[in-house]
């Protein structure tokens, strides 16, 4: 068990030793995401992100595309040209499920808790030209404290296989979505130390004042 303050006692290159004392913030531990887990009485995150079902969709532009997002729904692409639909609207998927906290397999991969960021799947979407199957994505959301909701970045790590990274600030009462504490420099005080002759000298300096 730390205590609030720690002292550290260094020797400089002047061979003069120094008691220094680390800030409280240095020597707390930081709560574990697990232990506040349990200890976190309010909603999932599926019901924190319901609401989003009866929201507007959210669209953003990249480019040429237009991606328009429909919680729960779709996801669909198209282009737009003085503010009408131009072309074809392509599906990029229908809603088919969401990452699930509580399942067993789904916490051993811990890569949406190290990452801190909640999923959906979409799947079915239009039918791809480049590998003749059907499109689909994966859509993550992020907590940004402060925000609404809004897709912050679209990503085609593979041909017609999208990502959909969402900002929104309903999720960030939860636990595992929660952005870590930063980590401010904090100062460390330090002063020589006294060795015992020294210390003598000094008991006796006040004792003469």
Known sequence: QHQAEDVVTVASKFKQRYECR???AAVWRQPDPEEEAQLYNGSGVAELLR?????????????WWTYEFCYGKH???????????KGDILFLGYYQSAFDWDD????????HRLKRYHSQSYVNGSRCDLTGRAREAEVRFLCE???????A???????CSYVLTVHTTRICHHPFLRPPAGAAPQ??????A???????????????E
């Open 194 to 208: 006294l060795s015992p002759a020294q210390y003598v000298q000094y008991v006796r300096a006040q004792v003469c």
């Open 75 to 85: 996801i669909q692409q198209y282009h737009v040209e003085e503010s009408e639909i």
């Open 51 to 63: 609401p989003m079902a009866a929201a507007p969709c959210l669209v953003k532009t990249k480019d």
């Open 153 to 159: 970045r679209v990503d085609e790590p593979q041909s």
């Open 104 to 111: 067993e397999t789904a916490k051993a991969s811990k890569q």
């Open 145 to 151: 404290e402060g925000a609404g909701d809004y897709i």
């Open 187 to 192: 100062p460390i005080l330090c002063q020589p």
């Open 22 to 24: 680390l800030p409280p």
